[in-house]
Structures are given as C-alpha cells and as structure tokens.
C-alpha cells in the first residue's frame, strides 16, 4: 500500500486522534523525504498562545514515523519498531503554519538491511526540524527508533 497525505490522514482520525484534532496534516510524502505542518490555533496553543510542545511533538515524530513505515513496507518483511528516546529544543515561540520535515530515509534503509542481515535489532537517530513561515526554525527533535526483523518462526 502507498502511504499518500490522504490515508495518514484516516490513519490520525481512527488511531492518533489527538494527533488529527490538533491539526496535524500530512503536506507531502517522497521516498526522501517527509512533510508535516500544523497550524497554531486555540486548540492547540498553550497559555503563552503558542503552538504547545506535545503538539509539536506529535507532528516531529509523525515526520519520522511515516519514512519508518514506508521503509518497513518496501521491504516486504516485518518488523518491530518502537521510539527508545526522544529529545527536543524550542528556540523560538511558535505560531502561525509549523513545517516539520525528515531526509533521513537513507539511514533507515541502512538500519533495515543490518537488521535482515544480521537479525539483530538496529538503533537509528532520525531529525525533524520545524519552520514558521518566515522559516525560521523553531524547534528541533531526534528520535532514537529500534527497527528489528520479526523471525519467521515467531508471530510477534
């Protein structure tokens, strides 16, 4: 199946709803790299009447999320993946559209390959920055995710 800005979009309102009730909106999905924006607005602002940082986060890690997914399903084998560690930085007060992308697609498929190879699980350290619309960054998150292949011989 080809993840397309439509379907994430189902996929937020039926299994992330917090995610798709604050805005958080799928722009643009290549096999290099991924495009998130919300908007700041009242449902998603914190009492400083800026975009709150959960929202932010949610957006940052959808980013990565889906070039995880999309790279675990050219494969055609199954795998476990989970966030291990997350770490973020605010360095300006967010309003307005938010842009959050991740180019990190050649470290996943790298991590992948390792882990067929070798049937160890594999750490990999994804980026997601956001810009406002004068892009300016106003944020930035890694996400440290865990790909293993899931043995044949198990259904996990």
């Known amino acids: ?62 980013a990565t999320g889906i070039l995880v997914m999309q790279a675990v399903e050219e494969c055609k084998e199954k795998f476990s993946t989970l966030v291990t560690q997350q770490k973020g930085a605010f360095t300006k007060k967010a309003t307005g559209n938010i842009v959050f992308s991740c180019k990190d697609s050649s470290k996943i498929n790298d991590a992948l390959t390792t882990s067929i190879k070798t049937g160890e699980g594999q750490i990999v350290l994804l980026k997601s920055n956001g810009f406002d619309e004068a892009g300016d960054c106003v944020s930035s998150f890694e996400y440290e995710w865990s790909v293993k292949v899931r043995s044949k011989s198990t259904n996990n």
């Not at 439509?6 to 798709?20: D, N, Y």
């Not at 999905?29 to 009447?49: G, L, M, T």
């Open 1 to 62: 199946m080809k993840l397309t800005p439509r379907k994430i979009k189902l996929f937020l309102l039926f299994k992330l709803p917090s995610a798709f009730f604050s805005g958080v909106r799928v722009k643009s999905i290549s096999a290099d790299e991924v495009v998130v924006r919300v908007r700041h607005c009242w449902i998603n602002q914190n009492p400083f009447k800026s975009l709150y940082w959960a929202t932010q986060g949610m957006a940052s890690e959808l």
